[in-house]
T-cell receptor, first 113, second 117 residues
Framework: ETGVTQTPRHLVMGMTNKKSLKCEQH?????MYWYKQSAKKPLELMFV???????ENNSVPSRFSPECPNSSHLFLHLHTLQPEDSALYLC????????????FGPGTRLLVL | AQTVTQSQPEMSVQEAETVTLSCTYD???????LFWYKQPPSRQMILVIR??????QNATENRFSVNFQKAAKSFSLKISDSQLGDAAMYFC??????????????FGKGTKLTVNP
């Protein structure tokens, strides 16, 4: 399998549930990103990992907890979410460096009830 | 902070015709990169074209080309010979570096392109 994959593609959860989103990249990149895409809003960068180290946390609430065990895998752990957290969550990866382009996964459509 | 503005929420074009999507941005930097991404109904963001600000020549990728006006901070996308598969949301993005040195993209709100047969 090539490119950037995300699982699950769709997720429905209650506000008291705990769930995790998974992203895997098969491109040999060493930087990975989580974005949130809400209706009628620009994509919002949430987290950046570079060589497994978190280099950016864009003021994301603590109910979102990222984990990057290695350069190929990125997780987003979710707990006690709010209905306004319902959105499309996109993962991306890039080769570290100023010239490199980000490649996106298909996203996870999250609905919080 | 950098901002990216796409003033056209929706556009439509007839198949085989040409359409131009607008994008303006605000920055105080002199060196940066600009992108157009396409997001079809499948939701996967796909890079369409990239422009380095230090290059005067407009980037071109097959039927896709840009009109980059650095002084005006404008970065429009022209799609020639539009095809049904071009129908998608198109996002303009600006790249700046975060403190960690990683790539940080700032996106516009997007333009929904409809291609009519």
């Amino acid at each position: 399998e090539t490119g950037v994959t995300q699982t699950p593609r769709h997720l429905v959860m209650g506000m008291t549930n705990k769930k995790s989103l998974k992203c895997e990249q098969h491109l040999g990149h060493n930087a990975m990103y989580w974005y949130k895409q809400s209706a009628k809003k620009p994509l919002e960068l949430m987290f950046v990992y570079n060589f497994k180290e978190q280099t950016e946390n864009n003021s994301v609430p603590s109910r979102f907890s990222p984990e990057c065990p290695n350069s190929s895998h990125l997780f987003l752990h979710l707990h006690t979410l709010q209905p306004e957290d319902s959105a499309l969550y996109l993962c991306a990866s890039s080769q570290e460096g100023v010239l490199e382009t980000q490649y996106f996964g298909p996203g996870t459509r999250l609905l919080v009830l | 902070a950098q901002t990216v503005t796409q003033s056209q929420p929706e556009m439509s074009v007839q198949e085989a015709e040409t359409v131009t999507l607008s994008c303006t941005y605000d920055t105080s930097e002199s060196d940066y990169y600009l992108f157009w991404y396409k997001q079809p109904p499948s939701r996967q963001m796909i890079l369409v074209i990239r422009q380095e600000a230090y290059k005067q020549q407009n980037a071109t990728e097959n039927r896709f080309s840009v009109n980059f006006q650095k002084a005006a901070k404008s970065f429009s996308l022209k799609i020639s010979d539009s095809q049904l598969g071009d129908a998608a949301m198109y996002f303009c993005a600006y790249r700046s570096e975060s403190q960690g040195g990683s790539e940080k993209l700032v996106f516009g709100k997007g333009t929904k392109l409809t291609v009519n047969p």
